[in-house]
Nanobody, 124 residues
Framework: QVQLFESGGGLVQAGGSLRLSCAAS????????MAWFRQAPGEELEFVGA????????DYVDSVKGRFTISRDNALNQLTLQMNTLNPEDTAVYYC?????????????????WGQGTQVTVSS
């Protein structure tokens, strides 16, 4: 059983930055690949980025490449999403998720555990 708790969301102006954190319970954090997803109002869940269990591999959706960076600290059971140069299209509820797979995957169905989400709002 893994429990995930996101924090760091808020309101920011376009061009600004936010840093999201996801704290995980349980001893197996280092065995799971992790990901961030987001969901804007009226939209479907969207993959944002993922990181392998060992942190060696990452994957990002094209719209955030070069702006967002996902990282993890397995010793602290923590996942981070650094978001720079934010724009209003990034406004959404952001969720962290963990998968029993060790490799990165974009499929939400591969992620077993989810956090409660944190709201990110970017004003123009």
């Amino acid at each position: 059983q893994v429990q995930l708790f996101e924090s760091g969301g808020g309101l920011v102006q376009a061009g600004g930055s936010l840093r999201l954190s996801c704290a995980a319970s349980g001893r197996a954090f280092g065995k799971y690949s992790m990901a961030w997803f987001r969901q804007a109002p009226g939209e479907e869940l969207e993959f944002v980025g993922a990181i392998s269990a060992d942190g060696a591999r990452t994957d990002y959706v094209d719209s955030v490449k070069g702006r967002f960076t996902i990282s993890r600290d397995n010793a602290l059971n923590q996942l981070t999403l650094q978001m720079n140069t934010l724009n209003p299209e990034d406004t959404a509820v952001y969720y962290c998720a963990s998968s029993p797979m060790t490799f990165v995957t974009r499929a939400s169905t591969e992620y077993r555990y989810w956090g409660q989400g944190t709201q990110v709002t970017v004003s123009s």
